[in-house]
């Protein structure tokens, strides 16, 4: 299928790997102009340079933390008006809510719902203007179905959820959606690296471990990072502009709730 975003501007946030990077592949496959982020310089610029090598997209890398001003300000300095902004970043480390201070608080408040906004604040008037964008944020499964120990990341993003519910209704007149991805269980490095955390604390094999993990999932596997990204795709394709403020679900039939 023909998306029909050839040409468009993407920034996707924390691409150099795992689900943002399968975003920004399927995005320059669609013929977009993609700018890739993240924290290793030497690591985004190999995955900037894969993505272009394979699909012959023109890629930008910017390596920078989007969770400060100046990693705001870089990545726009690279893509003044994107067309496409898919927000990501890594939620709060597993912990118990009784280790949570006022500070831990914060920093999982503001890198998993206050940056969001704060990207989407600086991208969203030139789409109004432009009659077309696509606003798409990785949040988690934890949003629908909390996880004891990732209250804190729950928490936030669902806070992000509801924050801009309202907003996607206020400007979809303009051809500007704003929906939400809730990912399950994928394979990507921090879903290999849970499983010899599980596998160490628990004393039993790695084996055992990512066998606990993949029991529940009536799948009867985790998902493929390309799966996501295709979905991603879509949901930024002229043909998807009639979806807004919805929460996609990918989690191999996890969640047991018919809505």
Not at 41 to 70: C, F, H, M, Q, Y
Not at 160 to 178: D, E, K, P, W, Y
Request: proline content about 5%.
């Amino acid at each position: 299928m023909d998306l029909g975003i050839a040409g468009r501007k993407a920034i996707v946030c924390a691409s150099s790997r795992g689900l943002g990077r399968a975003c920004a592949e399927r995005l320059a496959e669609a013929g977009c102009e993609v700018v890739v982020n993240g924290l290793d310089p030497k690591r985004l610029d190999a995955a900037a340079a894969e993505i272009r090598s394979k699909t012959g997209a023109r890629i930008i890398a910017v390596a920078a933390n989007v969770a400060t001003r100046e990693g705001q300000d870089a990545l726009f300095a690279a893509c003044p008006e994107p067309d496409i902004l898919i927000g990501n970043n890594a939620g709060p480390p597993f912990r118990d809510f009784r280790e949570l201070d006022r500070q831990k608080m914060i920093d999982g408040v503001v890198g998993n719902m206050i940056v969001p906004v704060e990207l989407l604040q600086r991208a969203i008037d030139p789409m109004i203007r432009k009659k077309f964008g696509r606003i798409v944020n990785i949040t988690s499964g934890s949003v629908k179905m909390p996880w004891l120990g990732l209250d804190l990341s729950s928490g936030a993003r669902a806070g992000l959820t509801a924050f801009l519910s309202g907003i996607a209704r206020s400007v979809v007149q303009h051809n500007v959606t704003i929906n939400f991805m809730l990912p399950g269980q994928f394979e990507t490095d921090r879903l290999r690296s849970n499983h010899a955390s599980t596998a160490k604390t628990l004393g039993i094999s790695l084996e055992e471990s990512i066998a606990r993990r993949k029991a529940p999932i009536p799948a009867g596997r985790f998902g493929d990072p390309d799966e996501f990204g295709a979905t991603c795709a879509f949901l930024c394709s002229a043909h998807a502009g009639f979806i807004t403020g919805q929460n996609i679900l990918l989690d191999g039939g996890l969640y047991p709730g018919a809505f």
